[in-house]
């Protein structure tokens, strides 16, 4: 499975950001795709998640501010963020994997979002 994640910039605090990221290969179902991210410094934490049949779940931090979706016909996951803080930024890497079975998990490269004070 390839990812390609698009999205990333910079943005004023309050602004708004939409990541997109898109896979293809040999895609297995039942299957979730999700975003993490990770600051200097700091540990790679989830953001959000979706799985295949539309469950969702999000970071303490990201509820009520982010929404995680899904086309997938096109195997395409999408985070829109809203009110961006500073504390957002980071370098947000997507995620797909097969619940489990962790042998079939990949990540896409990062994009990085930088939220100005």
């Known amino acids: 499975v390839q990812l390609q994640a698009s999205g990333g910039g910079l943005v004023q605090a309050g602004g708004s950001l939409r990541l997109s990221c898109a896979a293809s290969?040999?895609?297995?179902?039942?299957?979730?795709m999700g975003w993490y991210r990770q600051a200097p410094g700091k540990q790679r934490e989830l953001v959000a998640g979706i799985t295949s049949g539309g469950i969702t779940n999000y970071a303490d931090s990201v509820k009520g501010r982010f929404t995680i979706s899904r086309d997938s016909a096109k195997n395409t996951v999408f985070l829109q963020m809203n009110s961006l803080k500073p504390e957002d930024t980071a370098v947000y890497y997507c995620?797909?994997?097969?619940?489990?079975?962790?042998?079939?998990?990949?990540w896409g490269q990062g994009t990085q979002v930088t939220v100005s004070s």
């Open positions: 290969g040999s895609i297995f179902s039942p299957n979730a």
């Open positions: 995620k797909f994997w097969v619940p489990l079975f962790a042998e079939y998990t990949y």
